[in-house]
C-alpha cells in the first residue's frame, strides 16, 4: 500500500515516501505525478517549465 502525494492526490510507493515525505505520517508534499511543483531542497516551489 503506498502513501497519497498532498499536492495531486496521487498515489507513491512506501519507498518514495520514506524518501521524499517531510516527516512519517505526512504523504510527501509533491510526486513525479506533480507538473505544476518540484522539490527544491527542502522546500517546494512552481514549476519553471512542463515536465512533459
Known amino acids: 500500500m503506498g502513501r497519497t502525494c498532498q499536492n495531486c492526490g496521487g ?3 512506501e519507498r518514495y515516501a520514506r524518501v521524499f515525505a517531510p516527516d512519517a505520517t ?7 505525478n506533480c507538473e505544476d511543483l518540484v522539490r527544491d531542497g527542502a522546500s517546494v516551489r512552481e ?3 512542463n515536465r512533459g
Do not use: E, L, N, Q
Not at 26 to 32: E, I, Q
Open 11 to 13: 498515489t507513491v510507493t
Open 26 to 32: 505526512a504523504g510527501p508534499r509533491v510526486c513525479p
Open 47 to 49: 514549476a519553471r517549465a
